[in-house]
């Protein structure tokens, strides 16, 4: 799931970091094209995404063989997913990777002032130009949109990445002490100096090179264990 605020982007901007993502699994890699606001408001990327998984187990997937991952929205749209198929009672993906996920569309995470200065790429004026381009009139805490808003149980186990300079960074902290707290299985890690979505410049840095090798490594460790 790509990121780009609900707003922009799509499978051609997320190109280079999805296929290093599915080398590093030996997945093969389906790249979801959702529709974006402002035409398409919530909760159409989410109808899309869901409807998505529903189509590949028509097909003859099944939920221990399938892994999802996101960057930014794409990382909140992963969560809000996962949500979704809850209630529809659909069997939850073997596991998924969320990397700097934008999981609070109402933007009140202590990060969003405490690191606006440090971080390169985000601001909160555009966050919340964003949040509300997607949302409309919705309320930003209604947990399917927001996530850190959610009722956490029942999750399949996520492998979070984040930047510590994000002003994203409550974001992903908040989602994984409220995973832990109702008995989940999540593992948080806190890149020192590390902008948003790293993950993007693999070319040029190792920490992005890391990140991508222990994603990689998450996500056969889950698919390939013997109980799946």
Known sequence: ??????????????????WRIAEQSGCRLLLVDYRLAPEHQFPAAIEDASGCYQ???????????IAFAGDSAGGGLVAATFLKLKELKLPQPKCAVLMSPWL????????????EQADPMLTP??????STLYLGDVDARTPMASPVFSDTSALAPM????????ILLSDAVRFSEAIEKTGGDVCLKIWP?????????????PEAKHSIAEIGDFITSHLYSAES
Do not use: W
């Open 159 to 166: 492998l979070i990445h984040v930047g510590s300079t994000e």
């Open 1 to 18: 799931m790509h990121g780009g605020g609900y707003v922009f982007g799509g499978p051609d901007s997320h190109r280079d970091v999805a």
């Open 125 to 130: 004026k555009t966050v919340q130009t964003m």
């Open 55 to 65: 189509n590949l187990l028509d097909k003859g997937y099944q939920p221990n063989n």
């Open 193 to 205: 100096k590390m902008p948003h979505v790293f993950q993007v410049f693999a070319a040029y840095i």
């Open 104 to 115: 609070d569309l109402a933007v009140c995470g202590d990060s969003i002032t405490v690191n």
